[in-house]
């Protein structure tokens, strides 16, 4: 009886489990199947980000792309007929602005769900070098964050690689797919190196020189592994010539750390280096001179103070710490607010981001920021959809003009205003996508309470 009784116990508490975290696994929100029939949104305020604001201007999306911008579009702008509601469905968009589907750089989205539960965080790979780990592997369309950060008008996301060192190799992911492959959007490779500092900097003159000991043995190994990569490469280009040319080159070494990095030497790959400060940074662009890789620096709080030597190696910056506070004591409250007009300021390409999971939906709140310190509000925007295109390589993304994807944002307000921002509506890839999310389910239950 006793036994039975125990038994009855764990059940019930497996089942209270199951029950808690299983809206944490998977959402229950259909994906949109692929574009059917044309979309003529009309009379909108069209944020174009690539040629100013155009007022009053239609917009027509065809099997995944904008095909026309302009003013009162017809039937000649389109392979189809576009007065033809049954092949084309035509959005009444007058007082309302639309705008380029936002992309989310440095987060950690559908790889973390509760940050709390262990078991729902697959962010980090064990070890210190790590380039043949992609987030590929780990990343979960279904994740039940996914709906709440594509109602901000999120529509794509850089899933990034947490962890020390050389963390692997980031993607970006369309916000609604049934699988990983759905969600892919083609880019050049992204590896991640997260360069060693030392967060808090001991009193103690024992201690002191003891984490400055670990620091530089960390830096060192960077820099071995780096060396060890630049040899393979080498090697690799050099058995490849003396192969028949019609014979598949081979690898020097089946050694799958350094082969993973071979995009990275032949300029194909970009290294995303997770930097800070001054020295930090300073390091870094040593590194690329040295290698000529082609850089982006996330982080960079301190960037717009070495802008010559970021031009030097045409380097790119992703700033993701506009609502963060200052990193020194002696520092003004609201720096964190200027830094990016102080990058515009200095020349230095840069996109906004936000190193996280579901906090990532507050991104369009951080550029309006950084618009309120310095920035126009057209570089803003800009900072976090065609610059952060660009910065991932990407030459169709990020802007409303013929040629690009079709993933527009309708809103009712300006969309990085928390206080007038309505999405009306989100396409991706000329998909209309369900706006409903957890968030809006429990706000309808507890309005009837």
Known sequence: MQHSSKLVFF??????????????IANDIVPTPKQSRSI???????????????????????????????????SQTSSKAVTDTSETHIIDASGKHLYPGLIALDTSLGLV????????VDNA????????????????????????????????????????GL????????????????????????????????????EDEKKKAKALEKNQQAINDLNIAFEDGYRYFLSD?????????????????????????????????????????????????ALTKKYQFKLVIVGGYDAWRLASSLKDVNAGVIYPHTLSLP?????????????????????IPFALGFSSDWNSRNLPYAAGYSAAYGLTPEQALKSI???????????????????????????????LDPMTNKIDAIWIEGRQIDLNNRHQQLYQKYLKR
């Open 40 to 74: 003529l949104i009309k009379n909108a305020t069209v944020h174009t980000v690539s040629q100013g604001v155009l007022n009053n201007t239609d917009v027509l999306i065809e099997n995944g792309k904008i095909t026309a911008v302009g003013s009162q579009l017809t």
């Open 167 to 202: 963390a692997g190799q980031s993607v970006l992911v369309n916000l609604d797919a049934w699988t990983i492959e759905d969600a892919l959007t083609p880019t050049a490779g992204q590896f991640h190196v997260y360069w060693p500092h030392i967060k808090y900097m001991p």
């Open 237 to 285: 280009k050099a058995k490849s010539k003396d192969k028949n040319k019609h014979e598949t080159p081979q690898s020097a070494t089946n050694n799958l750390r350094c082969q993973a990095m071979l995009p990275l030497y032949q300029g194909k790959a970009t290294l995303f280096a997770h930097a800070d400060s001054v020295g930090q940074i300073e390091q870094v662009i």
């Open 125 to 164: 790979e064990v070890g210190y070098m790590n380039p043949q780990v992609s987030t590929a592997t780990a990343y979960n369309p279904d994740s039940e964050l996914i709906p709440t950060i594509r109602f901000n008008g999120i529509t794509h996301a850089q899933i990034v690689p947490n962890g020390d």
């Open 113 to 120: 769900e509760i940050e709390m539960s262990r078991p729902t």
């Open 327 to 347: 990193r020194r004591k002696d520092e003004p409250v609201d720096l964190p607010f200027k830094i990016p007009s102080l990058l515009a300021n200095a020349g």
């Open 11 to 24: 059940a019930a508490l497996l089942g209270a489990i199951c029950t808690t975290l299983s809206p944490a």
């Open 385 to 415: 959809t065609l610059d952060a295109a660009k910065l991932l390589g990407i030459e169709d993304l990020g802007a409303i003009a013929v040629g690009y994807q079709g993933s527009v944002v309708l809103s009712e307000g300006d969309i």
